[in-house]
């Protein structure tokens, strides 16, 4: 297993929710409990998301109380992130999807794929909103580093 850097959870104020989950969810990967792994992510991919509409003062009637699909989509309406970013969250959503709904299991391949696109998008969050400079695992990634308006 490549190995991901989740140091700067610790140093960001917006992903302290998810920081006690990381070693839940490597846990879960080393025991080769793939869909519990992806599972555990996309929930807190879920609690992330619905931070960041509550955050951005995007509740409303239409998105209160809805599912993970209705808050990216929210999030991708009012283009607070760039589209490579939003990708991510389309990703886990759709990878937590399978693992719960469906009879496939994860394969390894495809839960270091997860972990690392989870990595990335908390790396981007970190960064955005805590003004860190934490370092992506896809090298594709690299120039994301879009800063985060402050009114």
Not at 69 to 98: C, H, V, W
């Amino acid at each position: 297993m490549k190995e991901f850097n989740f140091d700067f959870v610790k140093k960001s104020h917006l992903l302290e929710k998810v920081n006690p989950q990381i070693s839940k969810i490597f846990n879960f990967y080393k025991n080769k409990q793939y869909n519990e792994m992806v599972f555990n992510i996309r929930r807190d991919v879920e609690k992330l998301a619905t931070l960041l509409v509550e955050q951005a003062h995007l509740v409303s009637d239409e998105n209160r109380g809805f599912g993970l699909s209705e808050k990216i989509k929210t999030l991708r309406q009012n283009a607070i992130y760039p589209a490579t970013i939003m990708r991510l969250f389309d990703r886990l959503r759709t990878y937590g999807s399978i693992a719960v709904h469906s009879s496939m299991n994860i394969d390894e391949y495809t839960a270091q794929l997860a972990l690392q696109n989870y990595h990335d998008l908390l790396v981007f969050l970190a960064n955005y909103h805590d003004g860190l400079n934490a370092r992506y695992a896809d090298i594709l990634l690299k120039r994301v580093q879009r800063k985060k308006v402050t009114a």
